[in-house]
């Protein structure tokens, strides 16, 4: 069953095509990939998702469980239920790591010690630090998950959650997807990496702000290798994207 | 209990802090209402002679050569009635190598039209460390007027660092205005941090002049505005040394029709020395808000927090 259903949407912006009539539907408590070529239009479709500002102009439909989510804001899809990990987390100077975990505390997720302990980094030196710059790109990385792991929305959305980190927070990352997906939420990953891929268990490929294909890990990871969907498009990299 | 000793304790009482610190024998104080010394006690290596004066209170404090003063010593500055001036005059000396820290409360709960002027003079000898923390505690309406200045001496290998919040209640107006001169190796923190509402005023001047070898300087401005009112910093820095280095930093948030400027003025007159600034005005960071409204909080929550981290960090 879709826990969420695009059903034709488009995008434009300043008058350039971004998302081009895309029909998908995201099963249930799956984990799935999106890759691509960079700007396929991955990272876009999950800020369509989310409603975030500039991005709420679309046609077409949304559907969370079957309703409709066009007119609902950030915060009111956040409440029903759907949630962003950006590719490079925002910083909040003043705020501590504590701070910033509390905002994002629902009643059916983990606790923030324990979303600590599953991102690997120790509660009791990092809930007072800022959350802001003095932090590392990897750190902060591991925070975002923690924040959706305290929070336990349906629909995760990672935008290139293993971006920037090295292999030992990789391994963190990929504890807290299983946990995520373990307790229920339904993840959209994107990705450039094989690495995720081979965690999901279904994928779609993007290109021109279109879905081009779709299936099993073992069919989308051909674009990993080198075998390239047959693709209209002549500009996709089939190369260098794998890592 | 006696009236001044009442009075010691209302004051604390709005600024939402118990009178422990009142009963602690290793805690100075000096509570001051009006022009009224309610409270005093003092430790080794504090001299603090404070004069009533018609409109307020001198107060001349010095702390003794090489006497480390362990424990913040509490200033507090109120005046319950509605109306009225107080003026405080200090005159500062922290003898070589010495040290304190003193936590400076300004608290006006009734205000309905008050002013409260500082004019400080404040020598920090050789070696020795001054730390000053003066937090202010407002009527959410009312109309007050809050004019500190202080003239700053920060001599060979000492250190001065100031902050200034005002982050409840109205803020009125607001005029600081300090300068401060560096000598070798000395080391100065200004910070500054107010939250302005409704037709509030603020001015901040904030001066450090980095004279000796190896000085530096930091000035730090944090200000968020809504509604109507207005901010104005100017942060000056100029270094004349060697080796001075120096770094200005102004952030403000506006929302509503509130208005901002920054004016970071940075001048170097040695080859050797190196002063850097910043400013950034603008309304809420739209990453940060819209993260905080990815975790289901409202746009007015969302915004309540951002703020509230502005003002709050180092």
Same mark, same amino acid.
């Given at each position: 069953?879709?826990?969420?259903?695009?059903?034709?949407? !488009?995008?434009?912006?300043?008058?350039? #095509?971004?998302?081009?009539?895309?029909?998908?539907?995201?099963?249930?408590?799956?984990?799935?990939?999106?890759?691509?070529?960079?700007? $396929?239009?991955?990272?876009?479709?999950?800020?369509?998702?989310?409603?975030?500002?500039?991005?709420?102009?679309?046609? +077409?439909?949304?559907?969370?469980?079957?309703?409709?989510?066009?007119?609902?804001?950030?915060?009111?899809?956040?409440?029903?239920?759907?949630?962003?990990?950006?590719?490079?987390?925002?910083?909040?100077?003043?705020?501590?790591?504590?701070?910033?975990?509390?905002? !994002?505390?629902?009643?059916?997720?983990?606790?923030?010690?324990?979303?600590?302990?599953?991102?690997?980094?120790? $509660?009791?030196?990092?809930?007072? @630090?800022?959350?802001?710059?003095?932090?590392?790109?990897?750190?902060?990385?591991?925070?975002?998950?923690?924040?959706?792991?305290?929070?336990? #929305?349906?629909?995760?959305?990672?935008?290139?959650?293993?971006?920037?980190?090295?292999?030992?927070?990789?391994?963190?990352?990929?504890?807290?997807?299983?946990?995520?997906?373990?307790?229920?939420?339904?993840?959209?990953?994107?990705?450039?990496?094989?690495?995720?891929?081979?965690?999901?268990?279904?994928?779609?490929?993007?290109?021109?702000?279109?879905?081009?294909?779709?299936?099993? *890990?073992?069919?989308?990871?051909?674009?990993?290798?080198?075998?390239?969907?047959?693709?209209?498009?002549?500009?996709?990299?089939?190369? +260098?994207?794998?890592? | &209990?006696?009236?001044?000793?009442?009075?010691?304790?209302?004051?604390?009482?709005?600024?939402?802090?118990?009178?422990?610190?009142?009963?602690? #024998?290793?805690?100075?104080?000096?509570?001051?209402?009006?022009?009224?010394?309610?409270?005093?006690?003092?430790?080794?290596?504090?001299?603090?002679?404070?004069?009533?004066?018609?409109?307020?209170? @001198?107060?001349?404090?010095?702390?003794?050569?090489?006497?480390?003063?362990?424990?913040?010593?509490?200033?507090?500055?109120?005046?319950?009635?509605?109306?009225?001036?107080?003026?405080?005059? &200090?005159?500062?000396?922290?003898?070589?190598?010495?040290?304190?820290?003193?936590?400076?409360?300004?608290?006006?709960?009734?205000?309905?039209?008050?002013?409260?002027?500082?004019?400080?003079?404040?020598?920090?000898?050789?070696?020795?460390?001054? =730390?000053?923390?003066? @937090?202010?505690?407002?009527?959410?309406? +009312?109309?007050?007027?809050?004019?500190?200045?202080?003239?700053?001496?920060?001599?060979?290998? $000492?250190?001065?660092?100031?902050?200034?919040?005002?982050?409840?209640?109205?803020?009125?107006?607001?005029? *600081?205005?300090?300068?401060?001169?560096?000598?070798?190796? =000395?080391?100065?923190?200004?910070?500054?941090?107010?939250?302005?509402?409704?037709?509030?005023?603020?001015?901040?001047?904030?001066?450090?002049?980095?004279?000796?070898?190896?000085?530096?300087?930091?000035?730090?401005?944090?200000?968020?505005?809504?509604?109507?009112?207005?901010?104005?910093?100017?942060?000056?820095?100029?270094?004349?040394?060697?080796?001075?280095?120096?770094?200005?930093?102004?952030?403000?948030?506006?929302?509503?029709?509130?208005?901002?400027?920054?004016?970071?003025?940075?001048?170097?007159?040695?080859?050797?020395?190196?002063?850097?600034?910043?400013?950034? *005005?603008?309304?809420?960071?739209?990453?940060?808000?819209?993260?905080?409204?990815?975790?289901?909080?409202?746009?007015?929550?969302?915004?309540?927090?951002? *703020?509230?981290?502005?003002? !709050?960090? =180092?």
């Amino acid at each position: 069953m879709a826990i969420l259903k695009l059903e034709n949407v !488009s995008l434009s912006l300043n008058n350039k #095509p971004i998302l081009d009539s895309i029909s998908v539907d995201f099963w249930e408590g799956y984990i799935h990939a999106i890759v691509g070529p960079n700007g $396929a239009g991955k990272s876009t479709l999950s800020y369509v998702i989310m409603g975030l500002n500039d991005y709420r102009t679309i046609s +077409g439909t949304l559907y969370f469980k079957n309703k409709p989510i066009n007119e609902l804001s950030v915060y009111q899809r956040a409440r029903l239920g759907i949630s962003l990990a950006w590719q490079e987390p925002a910083r909040f100077e003043g705020l501590t790591v504590y701070q910033y975990l509390q905002a !994002s505390k629902k009643d059916n997720g983990l606790s923030i010690e324990e979303a600590m302990d599953v991102i690997g980094l120790p $509660a009791q030196e990092y809930l007072p @630090r800022a959350c802001d710059k003095t932090l590392s790109g990897g750190e902060r990385k591991r925070i975002e998950l923690a924040s959706l792991l305290v929070m336990q #929305p349906e629909v995760v959305l990672l935008d290139e959650p293993d971006s920037g980190i090295d292999v030992e927070a990789l391994e963190r990352i990929f504890d807290a997807m299983a946990i995520l997906k373990q307790r229920g939420s339904t993840i959209i990953t994107i990705t450039h990496s094989m690495a995720v891929l081979q965690k999901a268990e279904h994928a779609f490929l993007m290109c021109h702000g279109n879905i081009i294909d779709k299936g099993g *890990i073992d069919k989308i990871s051909g674009y990993f290798e080198n075998k390239c969907i047959p693709c209209d498009h002549k500009n996709i990299p089939i190369s +260098g994207e794998a890592r | &209990m006696d009236d001044r000793r009442a009075v010691a304790q209302t004051l604390y009482k709005t600024m939402g802090l118990t009178d422990a610190a009142l009963n602690d #024998p290793d805690i100075a104080h000096l509570v001051i209402n009006s022009n009224m010394v309610v409270a005093s006690h003092l430790v080794e290596g504090l001299v603090v002679e404070p004069a009533e004066t018609q409109n307020g209170v @001198r107060v001349t404090m010095r702390v003794l050569a090489g006497h480390i003063i362990q424990k913040p010593v509490h200033l507090c500055f109120g005046m319950l009635p509605e109306d009225g001036l107080q003026e405080i005059i &200090m005159d500062v000396t922290i003898e070589e190598h010495a040290s304190v820290s003193i936590l400076a409360h300004c608290t006006f709960p009734n205000a309905k039209n008050i002013t409260h002027k500082m004019e400080a003079v404040i020598t920090i000898k050789e070696g020795a460390s001054y =730390s000053y923390l003066e @937090r202010h505690v407002h009527a959410a309406s +009312g109309f007050i007027t809050v004019l500190p200045h202080a003239i700053v001496t920060v001599e060979k290998n $000492a250190t001065f660092k100031t902050d200034f919040e005002l982050l409840r209640g109205k803020a009125g107006i607001i005029d *600081i205005d300090y300068e401060t001169t560096c000598y070798e190796h =000395s080391h100065l923190e200004m910070n500054a941090k107010v939250n302005g509402i409704q037709d509030d005023a603020i001015t901040i001047r904030e001066t450090g002049h980095l004279n000796g070898e190896g000085a530096v300087g930091v000035l730090t401005t944090r200000i968020a505005v809504r509604d109507t009112a207005q901010a104005t910093v100017y942060n000056t820095l100029t270094a004349h040394a060697a080796y001075a280095r120096g770094h200005v930093d102004c952030k403000e948030i506006i929302q509503d029709r509130a208005t901002a400027k920054a004016i970071p003025v940075v001048e170097v007159y040695h080859p050797k020395a190196h002063v850097t600034h910043e400013a950034a *005005i603008g309304s809420v960071d739209d990453k940060q808000l819209q993260t905080l409204m990815a975790r289901g909080l409202s746009e007015d929550e969302a915004v309540d927090l951002i *703020i509230q981290g502005l003002l !709050s960090g =180092s």
